[in-house]
């Protein structure tokens, strides 16, 4: 029998939502349950099986009808052996994350870090349908990437591949949480850009961001579009610097295409504008042209859908 | 007929250089003359034929033994077209180099610029032998690279990947001859180390490099040998930019390998001391353990070689 079902996971640090969808991702029955991650990685394993069972039970289906589970997670994570590393807000250690589910329903099951995921999301079911190379970044609290080449998700040898945030350039620009200096996601991270906003208003500039109790990217995205003249100028260097590094990417990739997704991207022409211009300034102007910046087009479920895109696209193999 | 040899052509500025080789790369036969470029595109493609008909005839082999014919040559060319797009030292322009070889000796024939050639010649028969993901980059006039990706050269949308010289590593660093600031290649290149030297020189600093008439990367490394501070230093800054640079590749491809060629790297312990040091420094820790970074394993005759390994590579597809 032709199995015509996946499902997908997401597996985040406050809540597991669970897909069950058809080849195409249309979702037939969806289960968001918390992880409830201080019960320790036993417990969250048996809540990811409960949200299997519930997506099963919910779309009248059996494991026998499913094709492939997909699961993205926060890394680091080893997709290879389907064991999580270590995460900041999961209690895994290097757990065996697959393993006992592959086992328990005799599906075929597949892991993947939430970068890699949104990419293959992207790719199968958002902005980035029916490109053979593409690039997706995601900048939010951090920055990270995936890159689909000939078709199909690039992991690279220790499944660490697009650690975009984590490449320098400005070197020696400010200290990464990495330990690096002048990293991406020290300069043009939403976490960067709130951390300008603090120190403008802890050094007294006269910005309307000084009402904020608490500043993160978000105010300062409101700010500048009321006409705050500081918070434009923190988004204009910040979002300079993401420019260089989606110029960096076209260099290293020549893609046919560079999807932005996460938080900042929802600042929508003022970030897509000011990258499209360091673009143009930076990079060799065939490569430029060649190449399109788009926004992700998956939205709020991009998680589970990604994980849906996993399961597919890893079962066609 | 099994065709078992296949023909590699080095096409440069100065010459033009053909060998005949067996598939493990065993050199039959090779045949070496001036390209006379100035000659213009049509009198080149004729030499061109000349080095193909002599390295058969020397092998005492015809068209029907030949595989394949591979040709490295300077870009940008367009690998997919078998076109030359330009080149600086070269009389062609937008010129189809690939379909009169083809036509006239009746071998399927590929085409594909330095960098690649090197990266292909290196994963086949250099040091990234046996390696399914690797990065090459030649440092010398200019800063360029390769990548093999699950086993392939990646070519990218418009056949321009790993323009790595030209991705930014210091926001508001020296103009590039691209345009661009604080690029790779104006930072690391082998033109960039000649140049701080001329610039200390220039500005009187008492170093032993004001005896040289002409001032290249060559000079610098030597005076650097000889104990010359000046020297040392600037060695030691364009050197930590070539390590930014590789540490760049490594979180971005995570892959097993980064082989450093070109004339840079033939400073020896010295190159590879430092950049190995710099990685360490800037990558996470993990993937910079899993990478090893080496210097090229081809010598003199890499782009001959190298044209060899893609004619095997193309026509195994």
């Keep these: 029998m032709e ?4 499902i997908g996971i997401d597996l985040g640090g406050t ?10 991702g249309n979702v037939i029955s969806q289960h968001i349950i918390p992880t ?5 990685e036993e417990k969250v394993l048996n809540r990811i099986f409960q949200v299997i069972e519930k997506v099963l039970t919910d779309a009248s289906k059996t494991s026998e009808d499913i094709k492939a589970i997909g699961i993205g997670s926060p890394g680091p994570l080893d997709a290879k052996k389907g064991i999580i ?3 900041p807000n999961l209690p895994f250690d290097n757990f065996e994350l697959i393993k006992p589910i592959k086992e328990k329903f005799n599906i075929p099951t597949y892991l993947d870090n939430d970068a890699n995921v949104a990419a293959i999301g992207e790719h199968i079911f958002g902005a980035g349908k029916g490109t053979e190379n593409m690039v997706f970044i995601t900048v939010s609290t951090g920055v990270g990437g995936g890159a689909i080449i000939n078709g199909k998700i690039y992991r690279g040898n220790t499944c660490n591949a697009l650690e975009i945030g984590h490449t320098t350039i400005e070197k ?3 200290r990464c949480n990495c330990g690096n200096y002048g990293c991406v996601e020290a300069l043009a991270s939403g976490t960067a850009i709130g951390k300008r906003a603090n120190e403008a208003v802890e050094r007294g500039e ?3 961001l000084k009402n904020y109790k608490e500043l993160t990217s978000y105010e300062v995205f409101k700010e500048a579009k009321q006409g705050d003249k500081v918070a434009s100028g923190i988004l204009d260097s910040c979002l300079n610097y993401l420019g260089i590094c989606v110029a960096n990417i076209i260099a290293t990739f020549d893609p046919e295409m560079v999807i932005i997704g996460g938080g900042v991207s929802h600042g929508g022409n003022i970030v897509f504008d000011k990258v499209r211009e360091v673009v143009k300034e930076r990079c060799l102007e065939s490569m430029a042209n060649a190449c399109s910046i788009v926004p ?10 990604g994980a849906v895109a996993l399961a597919i696209s890893e079962s066609d193999d």
């Design 172 to 174: 020696d620009g400010p």
């Design 206 to 208: 006269e910005t309307s």
């Design 296 to 305: 992700a087009g998956l939205g709020a479920d991009s998680g589970v859908i």
């Design 85 to 87: 590393i270590s995460t």
């Design 3 to 6: 199995k015509k079902y996946v």
């Design 15 to 24: 809540k597991i939502n669970g897909a069950l969808a058809d080849l195409e």
């Design 36 to 40: 409830n991650a201080s019960e320790g």
